[in-house]
């Protein structure tokens, strides 16, 4: 499932092809998303200019020019790509729009998780609601130490609560805890004050060396170009399941809870 940097890749590649441009079509091919698409979807986009492409976590913010925002989540197997000419539509393309500089952007996503509405800032902020975004100055360890202060959670399920810090799934979960050198499993509340604080300065460093390397492809996962990332040939501990560690070169261990894998060194993590 593509997370922050992966996100932040997309929104980078497509920000040249869709700042300022005008919709001039929209085709919904199918409508069943995560949740249906709204009957008057494509009505609604057809004439609007895109002002800005944001990002907030895992969601891209395409703010149009009536001060609403076209709310994109690209689920387990979106792909937002833009074409430079109209090829026919692929399997699994749910939506096309037709741009005003005659390029095409195709949503295709073949489980259909994603997730696509538009509205106020409001209405979108009911449905998102999101935590600090994890690189900006709110994410601080005061702020992560007040939320956690009498929680039973371990802290990995807390850094993935998207209420609490936006756009931290599992593999970024998993790199930047064997970086802080605390173990997934570990209660929250137990954590030291130094330990906080690696935390959050680890989550900020991965975050950034992932978005550098444009995200990891490990499935799906392709930029808005249709590029793969480079950061899945970085990683630590994620996917590297009786590998030797880094740091320590014992193997790194991995443990499912909740129908989701952990990976960590033992030695290294408490
Ligand atoms: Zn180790």
Request: charged content about 25%; proline content about 4%; overall charge positive.
């Amino acid at each position: 499932m593509p997370e922050l940097p992966e996100v932040e890749t997309v929104r980078r590649s497509l920000a040249p092809f869709l700042t300022g441009v005008t919709i001039r079509a929209v085709t919904v091919r199918e409508p069943r998303l995560r949740r249906t698409l709204a009957a008057d979807f494509a009505q609604v986009l057809t004439g609007r200019t895109i002002a800005q492409l944001g990002r907030r976590g895992k969601y891209l913010y395409l703010h149009l020019d009536d001060e609403k925002i076209w709310l994109v989540h690209l689920g387990m197997t979106g792909q937002l790509l833009v074409e430079k000419t109209e090829n026919p539509p692929l399997p699994h393309d749910h939506v096309l729009v037709t741009l005003s500089t005659g390029h095409r952007l195709r949503y295709n996503d073949p489980r259909r998780f994603g997730l696509m509405l538009i509205g106020t800032e409001a209405e979108i902020e009911t449905v998102t609601a999101l935590g600090v975004e994890p690189l900006s100055r709110m994410f601080t360890g005061r702020y992560l130490r007040e939320k956690i202060q009498r929680t039973q959670r371990a802290i990995k399920d807390v850094l993935m609560d998207q209420r609490v810090v936006a756009g931290v799934g599992n593999i970024y979960a998993s790199e930047l805890l064997f970086r802080a050198g605390v173990h997934p499993s570990r209660v929250a509340a137990t954590l030291t004050e130094a330990a906080t604080d690696r935390i959050v300065e680890a989550t900020k460093t991965v975050l950034r060396e992932a978005i550098r390397h444009r995200g990891s492809s490990i499935s799906d996962y392709r930029d808005g170009e249709g590029k793969r990332g480079g950061f899945q040939d970085r990683f630590r501990v994620y996917d590297r399941e009786g590998q030797p560690c880094s740091t320590c070169r014992q193997l790194i261990q991995r443990e499912t809870r909740g129908g989701r894998s952990s990976f960590f060194c033992a030695a290294c993590q408490r």
